[in-house]
């Protein structure tokens, strides 16, 4: 049972427009949604992330929003650039004996063309 | 600077060897976690620890064993009886705290093949 999905595992976008990734979760206990980014044969780096409390959070060329409603989240970048293809992970997380556990999507790969 | 580290980056192992991966950090997070990556599959947990001496089995702990006697340190040993061993192993931490804009940072990874 898959709590958290990337229904899209490829998407590709001309440099300069508008990437949208998205991401599905089913556990309405999740609190906090992350974003993370990752190269081949590398850890994961972090991006942005969101707390169940808000609707939307930005840092620079990112944008996460959160639809709770839904259990959506999207992270838009804006606008898109070459060093943006990566593959990109959206995590949720929930307070388990006391620890944080974090739940992975299985990765959407961006392709920014030049 | 401050950060996680795994080594090795690569290690190759013959099938029925027990291996012990490393992971160390510096940025005094009380939290560690392993991870594995399989190709087209997102990250599964496979064991977290939230203090010394203490940790719990993830998602998929079958096969695996890990120790946390230091803070720094949580190595994860991959034995025998785990049936798929063949994967990308990712280290994490996070700091801990009523705060929970805490996000985990992660070590750049070890690739196990096991032939």
């Known amino acids: 049972d898959q709590q958290v999905k990337q229904n899209s595992p490829s998407l590709s976008v001309q440099e300069g427009r508008i990437s949208i990734l998205n991401c599905d979760y089913t556990?309405?206990?999740?609190?906090?949604f992350l974003w993370y980014k990752k190269y081949p044969a590398e850890g994961p780096t972090f991006l942005i992330s969101?707390?169940?409390?808000?609707d939307k959070n930005e840092d620079g060329r990112f944008t996460v929003f959160l639809n709770k409603s839904a259990k959506h989240l999207s992270l838009h970048i804006v606008p898109s650039q070459p060093g943006d293809s990566a593959v990109y992970f959206c995590a949720a997380s929930a307070i388990t004996s006391g620890t944080y556990k974090y739940i992975f999507g299985t990765g959407t790969r961006l392709k920014v063309l030049a | 600077d401050g950060g996680i580290t795994q080594s090795p980056k690569y290690l190759f192992r013959k099938e029925g060897q027990n291996v012990t991966l490393s992971c160390e950090q510096n940025?005094?997070?009380?939290?560690m976690y392993w991870y594995r990556q399989d190709p087209g599959q997102g990250l599964r947990l496979i064991y977290y620890?939230?203090?010394?001496?203490?940790?719990q089995k993830g998602d998929i702990a079958e096969g695996y064993s890990v120790s946390r006697e230091k803070k720094e340190s949580f190595p994860l040993t991959v034995t025998s009886a785990q049936k798929n061993p063949t994967a990308f192993y990712l280290c994490a931490s996070r700091a801990s705290g009523r705060d929970k804009d805490y996000e985990q940072y992660f070590g750049p990874g070890t690739r196990l093949t096991v032939t």
């Open positions: 556990n309405s206990m999740f609190d906090y």
């Open positions: 969101i707390s169940s409390i808000k």
């Open positions: 620890s939230q203090i010394v001496n203490d940790f």
């Open positions: 940025l005094n997070h009380d939290a």
